[in-house]
């Protein structure tokens, strides 16, 4: 768990209003016509990028499954079944491939024996983040963010998932529930119809077929909220709970718990144990989870920021960069030919609640442009890295931190998150392919601390038969930047572009102005195969491109 206080910052900023001290960020060189270019070397793949790596997370936590997800069969909000029906139309055309669920912390608190079964028989439970307020001066009351009533058990999820198209990836609890509860999950969720008890149990809430639940994470954040093991206890608690689990025939995916952002330790140390047994227990492991947040803190929050803020932000989020590489490398040592993939199954930028939205609702706030480039800026990371990232979870879905969406009793929105998740969905199932990106960074002066410098243009980009998607960050937050774009190997018919952005940096959308912010068509100036293209300033741009 990063609780936004716990979280470590590099430090102060000089405050200001945004806009106010934009002249102390410039690049090191002007932006001149030819001084940024964008190479794309279409015959360098890097690797697929797996569909799920745009997956999502829902967990019981403030306002995300009650009234996020589950507004219940007999509310006035339109449902399907209990299920936000906005959310299920909004959240399908982004074609996500996954969802995460029940945790988060919540999972390791959680028994699933508590959600099957007749509905009005099951049992209210005290929620792992009941005693949590994202500020000492908001009033909670005691209802379901609280009291959990499992209403929104298994069957409820798979629904939600069969509803929007994603596969379940179910969260286990290790900290609170012996081996034997993983177990019997698996069974409820696989084993044939009428097989066992377990299968007539899951037909009775509804579901006489099984669910086929592929992806299955063996706790959560053991080094804290998922039992505060150290990583020799954790391997050996994952290899226990992974040991002769029944199959019925699908081929299970476990997703060991990794470390909290740069925690190299916990990586190289779980690894050490897992294999101290034989190699062999390698092949257990499909995934290795990251968790990394970056955030705000004190009185600035998603929309009260300065243009410090801002480039504090983004540089921050760029940590994901080194973050995977370096676990990468640390794996490598037990892991060889990486037959274990990465899994950054919570990932985000975590400020303060938002007091518009209901006191029970954890981190419940709009989310700005600034959070759409930290949305972009990861994705094109992932991407880059298609071929050690087999799936990422944005934290979280709905109604709280990195949300794509925002429901509050019948209203519901989008979040500049989502559009960013829009426009890139266009890179699921692409091949990734190499790109040389140079433009003059930006130099960010930070006080005592000195300078800091950021990369003036980012991205990446991916090829499906002949369309190419090539997606573009500019994180200056007043200069445009012009740029040479040039395909390698191919020459361009046809060109297009859709561009988020914003004069202003703090823009965002609210139940009162859903679309202050959305992204709009551009046009692109491309002639005998090359491009030109000006980058607007505080933008994510996607091109279409279609190769001869
Ligand atoms: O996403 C919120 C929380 O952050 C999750 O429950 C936990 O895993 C992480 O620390």
């Known amino acids: 768990m990063k609780d936004p206080t716990r979280r470590a910052f590099l430090g102060s900023v000089a405050t200001g209003v945004a806009g106010s001290v934009a002249a102390r960020y410039v690049p090191s060189l002007h932006a001149q016509a030819d001084a940024a270019r964008i190479e794309i070397l279409i015959d360098e793949p890097i690797g697929t990028i797996a569909p799920e790596i745009y997956g999502h997370f829902v967990e019981h936590l403030g306002g995300v499954v009650y009234d996020g997800v589950w507004v219940g069969e007999g509310s006035r909000i339109p449902n399907i079944g209990g299920v936000r029906k906005a959310l299920v139309d909004r959240f399908k055309t982004i074609k996500p491939a996954v969802v995460r669920w029940p945790g988060g912390c919540f999972a390791d608190s959680y028994d699933w024996h508590d959600g099957v079964g007749a509905p009005d028989k099951r049992p209210r439970r005290t929620d792992f983040w009941a005693d949590t307020r994202p500020s000492e001066n908001r009033a909670a009351s005691d209802g379901p963010q609280r009291f959990d009533p499992n209403r929104f058990g298994t069957n409820e999820f798979i629904r939600f998932c069969r509803l929007t198209g994603a596969a379940p990836y179910i969260a286990a609890n290790v900290r609170s529930l012996p081996a034997k509860d993983f177990f019997q999950w698996v069974e409820y969720c696989n084993a044939p119809a009428g097989a066992t008890t377990m299968s007539e149990l899951r037909a009775e809430g509804g579901d006489t077929e099984p669910f086929n639940v592929r992806y299955w994470g063996v706790g959560n954040e053991p080094w804290g909220c998922g039992g505060n093991f150290t990583p020799e206890e954790y391997a050996t608690e994952f290899r226990r709970y992974t040991a002769w689990v029944p199959k019925y025939g699908v081929p299970l995916r476990y997703i060991a718990a990794g470390p909290n952002g740069g925690d190299r330790d916990w990586t190289t140390k779980f690894f050490r144990t897992l294999v101290a047994r034989g ?56 892991d060889p030919t990486h037959k274990v993939k990465l899994v950054v199954d919570e990932w985000g930028a975590w400020h303060g609640a938002s007091p518009d ?32 990232i087999a799936m990422a979870n944005v934290a979280q879905l709905v109604n709280t931190i990195h949300s794509l969406f925002l429901a509050k009793e019948d209203q519901f929105i989008v979040t500049p998150n989502f559009h960013v998740f829009a426009m890139y969905a266009a890179h699921q199932g692409g091949q990734s392919v190499r790109t040389v990106f140079s433009a003059p960074p930006i130099s960010i002066a930070r006080g005592r601390q000195g300078m800091m410098s950021l990369w003036g243009l980012a991205g990446s980009a991916s090829l499906r038969n002949r369309e190419l998607t090539v997606t573009v960050v500019n994180p200056h937050a007043t200069d445009a930047r012009p740029c040479a774009i040039a395909i390698r190997g191919a020459a361009v018919r046809s060109a297009r572009a859709a561009v988020l952005t914003s004069t202003d940096l703090r823009a965002h959308n609210s139940f009162e102005h859903p679309d202050a912010l959305a992204p709009r068509d551009a046009a692109v100036a491309a002639a005998s195969g090359s491009i030109r293209h000006t980058f607007p300033a505080a933008s994510v741009t996607r091109l279409d491109l279609t190769l001869g």
């Open 279 to 334: 190699a062999g227990a390698l092949n257990d492991v499909f995934g290795w989870a990251l968790h990394y947040y970056t955030g705000t803190t004190g009185d600035r929050n998603a929309i009260q920021f300065s243009t410090d803020d801002w480039y504090e932000l983004l540089s921050r989020a760029d940590r994901m960069e080194s973050l995977v590489t370096d676990h990468w490398t640390a794996m490598a040592e037990f």
């Open 357 to 388: 939205m209901p006191p029970n609702y954890l981190w419940a706030y709009p989310g700005s442009l600034r959070d759409a480039l930290v949305s972009a800026l990861t994705l094109d990371t992932f991407n880059r890295h298609a071929d050690k």
